[in-house]
């Protein structure tokens, strides 16, 4: 059974970081890509980034680009999210995102697109 499970989520001051952890079971990350989502209260989720099965970075929403990273460290079966600079707005649930059997399809930003989600860490971003 294919499981996503984040943690790393919290309280942190405006400026501050965090660093998300997606930890998969049930599949191998070497294989699928693996991406990002986020949803605020009263919008729409949005695809934060997306990395390759091949580890190639396919795209950053235009708001985090330069403060995010995405990583994955195949031999833990783990994605990462660094995220430093943090502003208000980027208060919302950070979801992990896979598409299992993608090895050698491209990523996407639709939410559509992945067939797996983990449950959600809240990020708040407040002084």
């Known amino acids: 059974q294919v499981q996503l499970v984040e943690s790393g989520g919290g309280l942190v001051q405006p400026g501050g970081s965090l660093r998300l952890s997606c930890a998969a079971s049930g599949f191998t990350l070497l294989a699928n890509n693996i991406g990002w989502f986020r949803q605020a209260p009263g919008k729409e989720r949005e695809g934060i980034s997306c990395?390759?099965?091949?580890?190639?970075?396919?795209y950053y929403l235009d708001s985090v680009k330069g403060r995010f990273t995405i990583s994955r460290d195949n031999a833990k079966n783990t994605v990462y999210l660094q995220m430093n600079s943090l502003k208000p707005e980027d208060t919302a649930v950070y979801y992990c995102?896979?598409?299992?059997?993608?090895?050698?399809?491209?990523?996407?930003?639709?939410?559509?697109?992945?067939?797996?989600w983990g449950q959600g860490t809240q990020v708040t971003v407040s002084s």
């Open positions: 990395i390759r099965a091949s580890g190639s970075t396919t």
């Open positions: 995102v896979a598409r299992v059997g993608s090895a050698f399809q491209p990523c996407s930003n639709s939410p559509d697109y992945f067939t797996s």
